[in-house]
């Protein structure tokens, strides 16, 4: 059974940092492509940042190239997503998602979330 259960949301300033953590389970973690995306009230869920199953290629939406960096620790089942100098449009819900091919096609799992609010 796949599980990803995101983790590090909080209440923070603008400025600050944050990082959050996804812990996956129930899938081949090194095979799997990684992405974190985000999700404002009343918007679109749209991608953030993603990672390939070696962790040799990352992509970032444009918005957040510089201040986000995604990395993942296959012998652990983690994926991580550093954030710096925090906005508050950054505020949203931020999900974290496993692109996992079965032989069956490639299928896609998705965690319950956390909240990062950017508020002075």
């Known amino acids: 059974q796949v599980q990803l259960v995101e983790s590090g949301g909080g209440v923070v300033q603008p400025g600050e940092s944050l990082r959050l953590s996804c812990a996956a389970s129930?899938?081949?973690?090194?095979?799997?492509?990684m992405s974190w995306h985000r999700q404002a009230p009343g918007q679109e869920r749209e991608l953030v940042a993603g990672?390939?199953?070696?962790?040799?290629?990352?992509t970032y939406v444009d918005s957040v190239k510089g201040r986000f960096a995604i990395s993942r620790d296959n012998a652990k089942g983690t994926v991580h997503l550093q954030i710096n100098n925090l906005k508050p449009e950054d505020t949203a819900v931020y999900y974290c998602?496993?692109?996992?091919?079965?032989?069956?096609?490639?299928?896609?799992?998705w965690g319950q979330g956390t909240q990062v609010t950017v508020t002075s």
């Open positions: 998602k496993a692109v996992v091919v079965t032989w069956s096609g490639p299928h896609d799992y």
């Open positions: 129930g899938f081949t973690f090194s095979s799997a492509h």
């Open positions: 990672i390939t199953g070696a962790g040799t290629s990352t």
